[in-house]
Every structure is written in structure tokens, then in C-alpha cells.
């Protein structure tokens, strides 16, 4: 009996997968729709348009923005994050304001990027930073203050200060939630960069959606979807294999608890 | 809570039993244990400085310290502008944005695009929480159906809504309807993975022994499978909530559906800088207020909650 519900289970996980894309790929190739073009000529223009094609300069210039904007933006909130959870009295004053900045919907900055910068690089890695710090700065800010009370008052014993106490206890203690901080950012710096792109650029993945969007390339739009999809994909294998290596001293403590 | 009596049968003869079993299956979901799968559970955001808040001082003294460092930034920013580290050219005068917000408040346009933008807020997540939350239980409740519809949502999670604006509006346009269809599609997906979550979670105990005593299924979905997932749905709810504003905004900003997000690029392209700043604000301020509100409705679906009860003394 649970050997059959293994089998079962195992044929249902790549069946189920295997035949809605058969179904797609016959359904899209036989149908005269203009908004449905054949599945196998999408993810052909994948790799020849976007992976290694002309577009491939457009997926570069939007990775490179991405990170350099989510880079500085990690960087930038562990750091206010941390000092700001060192003084509790400033943190509870600044609350609201952080609270109204982050509820703040990211991509309405976008146009206040372009009054200042332009078109520039500069602007979209700005609006980047600007919309991406606040998860990463919340979630270290609410993990610092969350370090196990025994911890802080050990490494006080030890007589650890300044650098050596932020680097090898408050920021190893606080690390889950801040991978977390982070993972909402990731999403965040996807949705600017796209929407940057599509307000005002010359290149990016963005841009040639909004091109493909006003040609009408169906195929390329499609394309576009998963190849936005592959880096969301990308991303979350990444903090996967960041959550299984850095993480799971913390994953055992709380499973032996 | 009510809505949960009230879909619930009569008390019976099985009430007592039947609440305790609530509560214990409720209990099983704390957020300590999660699924299987947590590592990928999009973890509820921030929200405040808990234990700080728990003890609750006066509304003044609450307000004095963030006040202070709003006047603060006020006068910090008036001081930029005058010693020109801001340019006035691209950055007003508090008095200048103040005075387009009082403009804003009193035109027509203005309140019909808020009207407008809530709509799409509204609307979009009207169609997706039952949807999602339907096709949850659908998918959740079986292991094969979990199983065979797992490849597939875990394909579809990563990618990230913005990705069907071009396409969505080649097929719809660029009205209401797109940024109904855009929300609804974007957040039914959340909606549908938290409520798988919380169905699954539903500890095997609590199923077991709702089936000794023989609930049938619509008595269990309502007194034991929803009040379990019911925390995991609010908190898909609430993820919800942020991207429907976020689209809504995205889609006035890019195509121009009617809404705040096309006012603030109107604006931005009429180069009425002080009233691009008011909008942006007014914005924040929508965002801030539902954001509010959703959490306000999470907190007293889920009084019960052992989650919810801990803070409160």
C-alpha cells in the first residue's frame, strides 16, 4: 500500500507537469490565435533572442542594475538596521516614518527617479536602493533586538565590544530574519527594475517588453515572461542554497527544541 | 470569528469537543512549527517592536518621540533647500507641497483616481481570496493532488507579476479591466500557496481524531481545515494586499489606468514637480492606510489565535 502511494505520488509529480506542457505545446501549435503563438517557438526564442541573442546585452544591463541596486541596499540596511536596534529610543521615534516609507508602494518613486536623474543608470539603481532597503533594514532592526537575551548578556561576560560583538553575535543571531528581509527585497528589485525600465530607458528587459508590447511580438512577450520567471527561479534556488549552508545550525536548534 | 461560527453547524451535542479540537488544531500552527516546506514560506514581514509595544503608554507620549522627528525632517529638509544642497528646482518647499496636497484634496480627478485605485485593490482581491482560497483546499486536502499540482504552482511562484503587464494589456487594453485582471491573477497565486500551506499543516492528530468522531467533510472543512489554515490564508491575504496595491500603482504608471499611478507620471511628464511630490505622498499614505486596515482585519479574524492572544497581557 505506501509503496503503491510512493509510485503514484512520483507519477502524479511529473506527470502532471509533463502533460499540461504537451497539452500547451499541441494546443499552441494547432490554434490560429494571434495571442497564443506555439509554445516550442517561445521557448526556442528564450535562448535565441534573450540567452544568446540580441537581447542578451538587455539581459545584462538589467541583472547589472538589479544587483548593484539590491547589493547596496543589503549593505545600507544591515548597517542603519543594526545601529538603529542599538538605540532603541530613536528606533520607536522613527518607526512611523520607516512604517509610511515602506508601505510606500515602490514603483510610484519610479517617476520621482526620472524628475531627478534622467534616464541614467544612476536613477534606476537609486530607486533600487530607495524601495529595496526598508524590508532588509525592518527585518535586521527586529532581529537584533530578538537575540536571545542569555546570548548578549554571554558575549557581554566574554567582554566582546564593538566590531567583535556586531560581527560574530548580533549579526549570526539575527541572520535568519535578515535572509528573510532579503528575500522580500529580491522581489521588490525585480518589480523596480522592470517597472524603471518600462517608464523611461533604452535597455533592459524591460525595454524590449515594452517594445515587444507595442509591435505586438507575442512571442517575444512570452519569452520575456519566462525569461523573468527563470530569474525569479535563479533567486530563490540561490537563498535555498544560502538557507541550507548558512542556516542550518538554526534549522537543527529549532527542530531540537 | 464570526464568519466561522456562522459557517459553522449549531452547537451540539458535540460542541465542547468540537471547540477544543479548534483550538488544538490552532495551536498546531503556531508559527514555531511550519511545514515541510518553510524554508520557502513567504515569512510574514516585520510589523513592529513587539514587546516594546506591549505595554501600552498614553496616545501622547506614544506620538511625542515620532512627531519630534517628523518636525525634524521638515525643518532639516527647509534647511537644505535653503543653503541649496537640495535644488529648489527639483525638490519644494513644505509650504509649496503642503499646498498642492490641499489642491489635490479638492479636485474632482484626484478622488475619482483614489476611488479608481482602490477599486482595483478591491476588486482584484475580491475575485482572488475565494479563488485562491478555494483552489487551496481543492488542492491541499488530498496528498495526490498535492503531489501532482505542487511542480506546477512551485513553477509558476517565482515569476514575478510585472511579467504579465505587456501581455495583459496587448489582450485587455488598458481600462479597469487590466488592472483587475492583473491584481486578481497576481494575487490569487499567493493566496493559493498560503492556503495550501495551512491546509497541509493541519496536524494529523486533529484530522484523526475529527475522523473518529466522524465529522463529515463539510463539518471538518469549516470546524477544523479552515480555522487551522486560517492564520497561513490571512497571512497570504496580506501579501495579497501589498501586491494589489503595488500593480495597481504599476499599471496607472506604465499604461495609464486610471488611478493614482497615472496621475503621478501625468504629473511627472507635465514636469509639475511639487505636484508629482503631493501624489507620491498621497501614495505612501494609501498604502500606509490599507496596509493598516488588513493588518486590523488579520488581528481580529485570528483573536483566537494562540499567536495573536500571546502579545496581549
Known sequence: ?257 | MDKLEAGAPREGRLGRERRSLVLSAAASTSPGDLPVDDHDRPVEPVTGYGRLDAARPSLLRRWRDPLIVVLALGVLWELALATSLLSQEYFPRVGELAGALADLLGSQTFWTSVLYTLAGWGLGLLISVPVGVFAGIAIGSHWLTYRAFRPVVEFFRPIPSIAYLPLAVVALGSGMRLTIFLVALATSWHILIQTIYGVRSVEAVTMDTATVFRFPYRYRLFTVILPSALPSIMTGVRLASTIAIVLTITAGLVVGSPGIGSLVIRAQLAGQTTGMYALIFVAGLLGWGLDILVRRVQHSVLVWHPSTRKGTP
Not at chain 1, 49 to 73: I, K, M, N, Q, T
Not at chain 1, 190 to 207: A, K, N, P, Q, R
Not at chain 1, 221 to 241: C, D, R
Open chain 1, 1 to 257: 500500500m505506501r509503496r503503491r502511494q510512493r509510485w503514484l505520488g512520483t507519477v502524479a509529480e511529473i506527470g502532471t507537469p509533463a502533460a499540461l506542457v504537451v497539452v500547451v505545446a499541441i494546443w499552441s501549435t494547432g490554434t490560429a490565435s494571434f495571442f497564443f503563438p506555439p509554445l516550442p517557438s517561445i521557448l526556442e526564442s528564450v535562448w535565441t533572442l534573450w540567452l544568446a541573442g540580441p537581447y542578451r546585452g538587455d539581459v545584462e544591463a538589467s541583472a547589472l542594475r538589479g544587483l548593484a541596486g539590491f547589493g547596496v541596499a543589503t549593505v545600507l540596511g544591515i548597517s542603519l538596521g543594526i545601529a538603529l536596534a542599538t538605540l532603541p529610543r530613536i528606533a520607536r521615534a522613527v518607526h512611523p516614518v520607516l512604517e509610511f516609507l515602506r508601505a510606500m508602494p515602490p514603483p510610484v518613486l519610479v517617476p520621482f527617479a526620472l524628475t531627478l536623474f534622467g534616464i541614467a543608470n544612476s536613477g534606476k539603481i537609486f530607486i533600487i536602493v530607495a524601495t529595496a532597503i526598508w524590508p532588509i533594514l525592518l527585518n535586521t532592526t527586529d532581529g537584533v533586538r530578538s537575540v536571545d537575551p542569555l546570548v548578549l548578556d554571554t558575549s557581554q561576560v566574554y567582554r566582546l565590544n564593538g566590531w567583535r560583538r556586531i560581527w560574530s553575535v548580533l549579526l549570526p543571531a539575527a541572520s535568519p530574519q535578515i535572509l528573510t528581509g532579503m528575500r522580500t527585497a529580491t522581489s521588490i528589485t525585480i518589480i523596480v527594475t522592470i517597472v524603471s525600465e518600462l517608464v523611461g530607458s533604452f535597455d533592459g528587459i524591460g525595454y524590449q517588453l515594452l517594445r515587444a508590447q507595442r509591435t505586438y511580438g507575442m512571442v517575444e512577450m512570452w519569452s520575456g515572461v519566462i525569461i523573468l520567471g527563470l530569474a525569479g527561479y535563479l533567486i530563490s534556488v540561490i537563498f535555498m542554497v544560502i538557507d541550507h549552508k548558512m542556516l542550518s545550525w538554526f534549522h537543527g536548534a529549532r527542530g531540537s527544541r
